[in-house]
């Protein structure tokens, strides 16, 4: 393995541009083929398929609010010399994945009118995974759209076991009561805005601000922020009102009673200590209720533990390795 990859297949920081650029982007790309699949109602929603060499499974990455493809490459390249082939996708309403129409070209705005709807499309590209071993990874949005899956599929769910890192059990309420957010976004939407831009959001600034991050690798953070700063269709960055209203209601239904005890495969939540995203609370009571369940929380790392730096993130990955790789 190059001088520039760790042990457990991710970058160091110190070379990071690099190691992305004469490493990992080459290898990723001659494993890649890009395509689209038909999400709930027709919506087309890219994704990228990765083949490793010599695959002993296959991982689905479910990404979280505003992110891409792109975003996971590090990921990707590690799963993939794990032996791990690897299908990404951008979410409805994000990246180069089918928008709706009443948002009139903004890239900026990120909708869905459901969150069930985030479910079914994910249950649509899972049944066009062929083989055995599949393991689902999701993150912040993606870890409450797996967890949604999860519950309302059980033993028919297709996969073998799940991570979910950060997941949005319950989402960051901006300081509001969740009687009060609910109230102001249902308003909203009587008075014909809910394809508006929410209060609790703000126009894409150009360039975003490390410090105010959810990461605490800056090398990391830098290398995705040159690339979502000049791409127009990875800058969602601010939700409307009827997504907001969505986001607020997933806690419910997740936590309804008897819902996540109907989840049949080994499951790993990983929780970020420094986490101001999502409330840690939630994942606590969601991961309680597992019938093959644990909470690893993961000191010194905000939402993002993907991008934290080396010291926090490679224990982190080996230990998500370890559970994809089979061990209780």
Known sequence: MSSLISPCGLAYESEYSRAMEEVILPYNSARRKDGFFEGEGGVRLFLSAFKADSPKGAVTLVHGYTESVEKWQEVI???????????????????????????????????????????????????????????????????????????????????????????MIAPDRGGYPLFAAKGLCRAAILLGQGMKRSLNSSPYPGHESFETSSATSRARFDWYEAIKSTTPEFQNYCS??????????????????????????????????????????????????????KLIRIDKAKHEICRSEDKVLFPYWESVLAFIDGEK
Request: hydrophobic letters at 30%.
């Open 77 to 167: 390249y590690s799963l993939l010399t794990r032996g791990y082939d690897v299908y990404a996708y951008e979410a409805r309403g994000h990246g180069r994945s089918g928008r709706d129409s009443a948002l009139h070209g903004d890239l900026t705005l990120t909708h869905v009118d459901r969150f069930e709807d985030y479910v079914l499309d994910l249950r649509r590209l899972r049944e066009t995974i062929e083989g055995g071993n599949n393991i689902l990874f999701c993150h912040s949005m993606g870890g409450a759209v797996g967890a949604y899956y999860l519950e309302r599929y059980g033993a028919e769910c297709g996969y073998d076991r799940a991570v979910l890192s950060s997941p």
């Open 240 to 293: 409307t009102y009827r997504l907001t209203l969505e986001y607020l209601g997933v806690t419910k239904k997740l936590l309804k009673k008897g819902e996540p005890e109907k989840i049949s495969v080994p499951v790993r939540v990983y929780q970020a200590s420094e986490d101001t995203t999502v409330i840690n609370e939630y994942q606590d009571i969601f991961a309680s209720r597992l019938r093959d369940g």
